[in-house]
């Protein structure tokens, strides 16, 4: 009896101190911890205290709490009273397109066609003969005269390298005459589906190549970058999405891109975690293949949805409009699709299982996108306004979402649409959006606020390097929808308040890509992906957002960056 008595003793000991939780790797502490948004709620829920134990959120708490349970190996960290908030996820982003620019001829920001014309030359005299040049970043809506550049133009700087340069939004570029002579293109060739060659008076060509179709013919002719240019490329890019905030990207890049982030991540190299799109129209076996290739349970890298493109853009006038452009009256934009070939392609992806979004600025093109998400799985010939599809499961997108007519708010809710925008191109926009619009229809542009209040979920972007990726412009634009030296504003009764903006930013994001389960919020169980800021989004008056810090980033527990220090 005695060794019973014994041996349960022991085991009343031992089992409490078996089940006990291991310390926590690090521990967070003396901060003001943004852990979450209770949208709709107005609650904005705060810790001092973090703890997370390999990559995972264990407890948030008080300082005194949280402290109690650390280890021998624990690492403290003295938040020394600083805002913290979870990671940002950005909904839109092309990190390849970002990472070549920063390798290439960066024209962002030319401030009038002279100086563009200056950085190309500077190219021009540095590259090795016959070396195509190629870049972007220009955008002629901020130069003094507003007028779209000329291959005449380009020729005089480019020293006989073939050239093309597509401006900021990716959907026309300029092409120099040795350009076009490489892609044998004259004056006589048809626009391609979806794309068109600019002529000027007399009928010659001008040098503007607007949407792919057409600057695909070009670009085809450039050489690809090497694997070594593309991991160039892309370490940039992702270093400067941890730089300002970023933890998640959900991506639209090249196929090759992805296989060299994959590469990264093998190499422990992948600061960011990625959720990379792939081509609507590609072959469906194609796809399905790229889908098998990596394991959808990869938090930190995965493929995830199909892209594809209803229209361009307002500020190259290439977005397809219902009327044409009030600054433009010959012209209503550029539809990418068929109506039926789009219906089509929809229902088989749908049917494989894919989520979609669609690329979709003008109001015509946002009717596309939306008639061919209602087909669902019913016939061409039955398709009706009247038929919603059980989409919410499929969580369908359109991207950008900029130009709407007031009916389609109650569509995107039928249909279970999610909104994915981007409010910064607001700040770039707003000096000339009501000009191609006209006043009526520039009402419900950007109409942040009307989609939340017809219940429909919105995820936030930057469209980098559309726009800087910078998520604080973004915020700053929500909030206010101001320019930014607060000159002008757009119809501020779109604004948001700052926590719809910042559940935009992190859980509507997280939502919008089916992750929800495991980020967005920095609750017990998710991963430990947060951000450092020198000041708090929550208080500090809207203008001072623009002015943000970031003092750290942190991926899975892991610093990712340091003040100005890039770590991971």
């Not at 009343?12 to 926590?24: C, R, S």
Request: a negative charge.
């Amino acid at each position: 009896m005695l060794h019973l008595l014994v041996a349960a003793a022991v085991l009343a000991v031992t089992l409490p101190l078996a089940a006990q939780p291991a310390a926590p790797d690090a521990i967070y502490y003396h901060g003001h911890i943004l852990t979450g948004v209770g949208l709709g709620q107005g609650k904005l829920d705060f810790v001092s205290a973090i703890a997370m134990r390999d990559g995972i959120v264990t407890a948030t708490g008080t300082d005194e709490s949280l402290l109690k349970t650390k280890g021998p190996k624990t690492q403290l960290v003295d938040l020394g009273g600083s805002f913290a908030m979870p990671g940002i996820n950005d909904a839109h982003t092309h990190l390849g397109a970002a990472g070549h620019i920063q390798l290439s001829v960066d024209l962002t920001g030319s401030k009038s066609l002279q100086e563009m014309l200056d950085r190309v030359a500077r190219a021009a005299k540095a590259a090795p003969a016959g070396k195509w040049l190629q870049g972007g970043g220009w955008d002629h809506t901020l130069w003094p005269q507003k007028t779209l550049p000329t291959r005449q133009e380009l020729d005089a700087v480019a020293n006989r390298h073939p050239a093309i340069f597509e401006r900021v939004d990716g959907h026309i570029a300029i092409a120099n005459s040795a350009a076009l002579q490489a892609a044998d293109i004259t004056r006589a060739t048809p626009d391609p589906k979806g794309g068109k060659f600019d002529h000027d008076s007399a009928g010659e060509l001008t040098g503007i190549v607007r949407e792919d179709p057409a600057m695909e013919l070009v670009f085809q002719k450039i050489p690809p970058p090497t694997p070594a240019e593309r991991k160039r490329a892309l370490s940039l890019a992702l270093a400067d999405a941890s730089i300002h905030g970023v933890t998640s990207v959900q991506d639209y890049s090249e196929w090759e891109d992805f296989l060299v982030m994959e590469q990264l991540e093998r190499e422990d190299h992948l600061p960011v975690r990625v959720s990379e799109w792939l081509t609507f129209n590609d072959p469906i076996e194609t796809l399905k293949e790229h889908r098998a290739h990596h394991s959808a349970d990869d938090r930190m890298l995965h493929t995830s949805m199909l892209k594809g493109f209803m229209d361009g853009s307002l500020g190259s006038r290439t977005a397809a409009l219902n009327a044409p452009y009030s600054d433009d009256p010959g012209n209503s934009g550029i539809p990418r699709y068929d109506q039926e070939k789009l219906v089509l392609l929809t229902r088989e992806r749908i049917d494989a299982g894919f989520q979609i979004g669609f690329h979709a600025i003008g109001d015509r093109a946002v009717e596309m996108a939306l008639g061919a998400f209602a087909s669902g799985s019913v016939p061409p010939a039955t398709i009706c306004d009247c038929l919603p599809m059980p989409s919410v499961r499929k969580r369908l997108r359109i991207e950008h979402s900029q130009v709407l007519d007031a009916p389609d708010f109650d569509r995107y809710k039928q249909l279970g649409v999610i909104a994915s925008m981007q409010p910064n191109h607001l700040l770039t926009d707003m000096a000339w959006a009501e000009q191609r619009l006209g006043h009526d229809r520039a009402r419900y542009s950007y109409a942040w606020k009307s989609f939340l209040d017809h219940g429909v979920p919105l995820a936030f972007g930057t469209d980098y390097p559309v726009e800087p990726i910078t998520p604080f412009r973004g915020i700053y634009a929500a909030v206010t929808r101001e320019n930014e030296a607060a000159t002008q504003s757009y119809f501020p009764e779109e604004k948001l308040t700052i926590d719809q903006a910042l559940y935009a930013y992190t859980q509507g994001s997280a939502y919008a890509e089916f992750s929800e389960s495991y980020k967005g919020t920095l609750a017990p169980g998710l991963v430990a992906d947060f951000v450092v800021l020198d000041r708090d989004l929550t208080t500090i008056p809207p203008h001072s957002i623009l002015g943000t810090k970031v003092l750290r980033t942190v991926v899975a527990g892991h610093p990712t960056y340091f003040a100005n220090v890039v770590t991971r």
